[in-house]
Structure formats: structure tokens, C-alpha cells
């Protein structure tokens, strides 16, 4: 299997190298992550200014391609211009924080894994739900596992799998559940501040309204220690309204 690894933590994270090293067991790893963290940069691509390339090492090792640029750009780059042979799947993380509900819309780590899909590549998304994260052993094996699924079983044409993992030991873990994307959402605002100079700056902060209540939504599932798989696409189409606008007989206007 080849599988081609990328993240928005930046590739000096701990979260991609347990990943790299869980996924080396079943495949041929290449590592293509961005040199700088990119975290909730979205599907930005770099279109005006050169993207460059460079070889990383870890514990003087080769150990994959930092590249400046965002987690879209890495996984374009991957494919088209680093593998010789495209991957099997590409698998991006894990995420220091969870990627559950519209947290999706603005992550990095899920947008990664959306470029492969709309390139026709098979796609994991896995994240730890801390930004402290400690724990990157279980991920590390459910992302391999899913992988090795994938394979197996394939996916529809633009639709990754999203996969968000309780900061616990393994042992603390209740199991893996299928879900659907959540509902909740950040409740912000950019509130006003002052430097030590008395100069105005702003900082994002705010609250996430918790709108999930069962286990069918991934926001929801994690909270209750259970690891959250859900299929999702780039598709933004809502399929109900566009077949209510009919009635609106647009083409007459």
C-alpha cells in the first residue's frame, strides 16, 4: 500500500510522526506536510508566490518533505509531483484538537484530506480532541486500520472518512461508533485588546454552542469517550432546498 501522510500541525509535529510510524507498518509511507503549522487555513491554495520544497530529517533520518505552503498545497504536491505512483490513500494528521461539526469548514488537517478526494484519492482525516494532545498511540491505529478498510471496502468518488479520537489512553477508549457531521458552532467574536503600548489588537475567542445530543453526530460522540468516523464530501449542494427552488421557476425570471 502507498500511502502518502500530510497534516496542518506542520511536519515537526508530534501527531504526524506517531502517525508515519503506525502507518510504516502496513505500507510505503511518503511524508509531504507543510514546514510551517497551518492550522485552520481551510482549502487555501497557493496560486502567487513560489512553493518551495525541502527535505526534512528527524533524529538524523529522512523522514519526508516539508513544503512551504498550506495542507492543500502538500497533498497537490504529493501526487502530482513527488510520488512517482500516486498513493493508495492519503491519510492527514493527527490533528493536535478535534476536527468535529463546522470546526470541518476551516481545518487544515480535514482540507488535506478533501484535496485528495477531489483528486480521486482515497482520504482519512484523524484528529486527537486536545490541543494538548498526549495520546497519539490509538489514533495512530485507527487511522492504519481505516486505511487498511478503505482498501478493502473503497469509497465513493469525493468523500473522505473524518475521524476524531478521544485524548485517552486506549484502554479508556469505549469503542468506535459511525457518525454524522455535527451541528454545534463557535459562538465568537474578536474581542478588543491593548498592548503594552496602548495600541488596540483584536483576538479571536468565544464558546462552542453545543446543539448535539445523540450518538449519531460526532461532537456528541467523542464527548461520551468514543472515537467518531464519518463519511464526508466536498459537495456543498443542499440537495432539499434545490428541489424546493423548483418551485420558484427561476428560468422564467
Known sequence: ?????SNDDGIHSPGIYALAEELKKIGEV??????????????????KVPVRVSKYYKNNEFFGYAVDGTPA?????GIRNIMVTPPDVVVSGINHGS???TNVIYSGTVSAAREAAIMDVPAIAVSVTSHDAREFGYAAKTAALFAQLITKHGLNKG??????????????????????????KWDDIYEKRQDPY???YYWLTGDLVELDNDMTYDQYCVKQDYVSVSPIHFDLTDHEEYNRMASWEIEKI
Do not use: Y
Not at 1 to 5: A, C, D, K, P
Open 198 to 200: 496602548g495600541k488596540d
Open 73 to 77: 498545497d502538500c497533498v497537490k504536491m
Open 99 to 101: 476536527n468535529t461539526a
Open 30 to 47: 511518503t511524508v509531504v506536510a507543510p514546514a510551517t503549522e497551518q492550522s485552520a487555513v481551510g482549502h487555501a491554495i497557493t496560486m
Open 1 to 5: 500500500m502507498r500511502i502518502l501522510v
Open 159 to 184: 468523500t473522505l472518512l473524518n475521524i476524531n479520537v478521544p485524548d485517552l489512553p486506549e484502554s479508556k477508549i469505549k469503542g468506535i461508533r459511525l457518525t454524522k457531521q455535527g451541528r454545534s
